[in-house]
């Protein structure tokens, strides 16, 4: 590389992003690592970058300096990655009410009343599942439970989401081949 190069890049380097997302692709990388940081995985990460990327578009005229971008984008970054971990944490919530109902519903308190054994393998099932749900992708878990614990038909469901039975028909296909592949897994550890 000559002198000259070296130069064009230390300049471009010290100028301020003139847009959203000129500093979204100069930042992005090391959003990504604040990112995965605050979320302490690789799960849920391009959901937060989405996040960050609409909130710089949308507000980059409320910047008072471009000088401030960096800054301005951690905070968002840092906002975003705190906002979806307390969304798995309320899904979490949601999805163990759901297995609750589920459980009153359709009776593994009968199961319980065949022997003890019966009973304790009826909540080690339904303790599964529940974990195995959290690992879903949100928008899967509340189809699956739509479908599963509200008994929603799948009309009821198109009209909910605003899209054809056709779509939450292939939806939910895929949605119980993912709760099958994370169930497979939990079964092989």
């Known amino acids: 590389m000559d002198r000259n190069s070296t130069y064009m890049m230390q300049a471009a380097a010290i100028t301020p992003p003139a847009t959203a997302a000129e500093a979204l692709r100069l930042y992005g990388v090391w959003l990504r690592a604040v990112a995965i940081a605050r979320l302490k995985t690789t799960q ?4 937060v970058m989405q996040e960050v990327a609409a909130a710089a578009v949308r507000n980059w005229s409320t910047l008072q300096s471009a000088q401030n971008a960096k800054p301005w984008l951690y905070r968002l970054t840092v906002r975003a990655a705190l906002m979806h971990r307390r969304t798995l944490g309320r899904s979490r919530k949601r999805i ?8 009153a519903r359709h009776g593994f308190a009968a199961a319980g009343s065949q022997d003890a054994l019966s009973a304790l393998l009826a909540a080690e099932r339904c303790d599964l599942l529940r974990q195995a749900m959290t690992r879903l992708p949100s928008r899967d878990a509340e189809l699956l439970m739509m479908k599963h614990v509200d008994d929603c038909s799948y009309a009821e469901i198109a009209s909910r989401l605003g899209v054809s039975a056709n779509v939450v028909e292939m939806r939910l296909f895929r949605a119980r081949q993912k709760l099958r592949h994370v169930l497979a897994r939990y079964e092989s550890n």
Request: hydrophobic content about 40%; cysteine-free.
């Open 44 to 47: 849920g990460v391009d959901d």
């Open 96 to 103: 163990a009410q759901a297995t609750e109902v589920y459980v």
